[in-house]
């Protein structure tokens, strides 16, 4: 039995053993080791910037299809990015259309090794969609970078050489993952749009991924601002900077 003098030490003790139990078990043993982040890629003398690039018919007096920049990211590149993604370093798409020699095109642009860029294009070459398209006069041609040479091997190599250098050092990773995001976007939507079924038919095809492009579209007008411009403004200490003001602003 045990005396009431001793009582009050008993307890304390209990309740210490109790505290200490509880400190020790919220603080970790060893410290968690660190996680390093993948080094940046580096320029080598193995690597260098790449490019596929999808020309359209863009017919006089027309607007730019652009849901065909949609139906090439989602069904003809982005299979080669999910096999190829350890192999990529940096990549990302280019869109433009303007009345010239080019026209209507949808770019393809990635950092790898020369083997790797020879591997991709292979894939992309026997691409039956795409041969589908050339066939159909929708895709006029698509042109490859020459994999036989290292024509740009630097980080900086594909920036606008009118920005500084650390910029067009820089520039890559940012519109990687502008690049990423639209892409998802796209993925995110088609996986919506008639219950996700991506038809067969190539003229049904062409007019689901028509549907894609009009609610991505309606979407960047809709949160483009906030999500992205703002929180980009943000980013660099919300700076003014100049921009073209039309009824929309584009940038």
């Known amino acids: 039995m045990i005396t009431s003098t001793r009582c009050p030490l008993i307890v304390l003790a209990l309740l210490g053993v109790v505290v200490f139990s509880g400190c020790v078990a919220g603080i970790p043993l060893s410290p968690a080791p660190l996680v390093k982040p993948p080094p940046a890629p580096a320029s080598n003398a193995d690597s260098g910037w790449w490019a596929a ?19 090439i990211a989602h069904q003809v590149v982005a299979p080669v990015l999910k096999a190829f993604d350890a192999e990529i370093s940096l990549w ?13 095109q949808f770019s393809f642009i990635f950092y790898s090794e020369q083997a790797t860029a020879k591997a991709i294009f292979g894939i992309l070459r026997s691409d039956r969609l795409l041969s589908r398209l050339e066939q159909d006069g929708v895709v006029n041609r698509v042109a490859y970078s020459d994999t036989d040479h290292i024509g740009k091997p630097r980080i900086a190599d594909t920036a606008d050489q ?18 990423r995001m639209w892409l998802e ?3 995110d939507i088609a996986s919506r749009t008639d219950g996700g079924q991506v038809p067969d038919d190539l003229a049904e095809r062409l007019g689901f991924f028509q549907k894609v492009d009009e609610e991505l579209t309606r979407t960047w007008q809709d949160e483009g601002r906030h999500a992205l411009l703002h929180h980009l403004n943000a980013l660099f200490g919300y700076g003014p900077l100049v921009v073209y003001e039309k009824r929309y602003l584009q940038f």
């Not at 690039?53 to 139906?71: E, I, V």
């Not at 990302?92 to 209507?104: N, V, Y």
């Not at 009118?162 to 690049?179: D, L, T």
């Open 92 to 104: 990302r798409f280019h869109r433009r259309a303007m009345r010239d020699k080019t026209g209507h």
């Open 162 to 179: 009118n920005w500084s250098e650390p910029v067009q050092r820089a520039w890559p990773h940012f519109i990687m993952g502008a690049s």
């Open 185 to 187: 976007l796209v993925e």
């Open 53 to 71: 690039r999808f020309q359209f018919d863009w017919p006089q007096g027309a607007d730019p299809a652009w849901h065909l920049d949609a139906l």
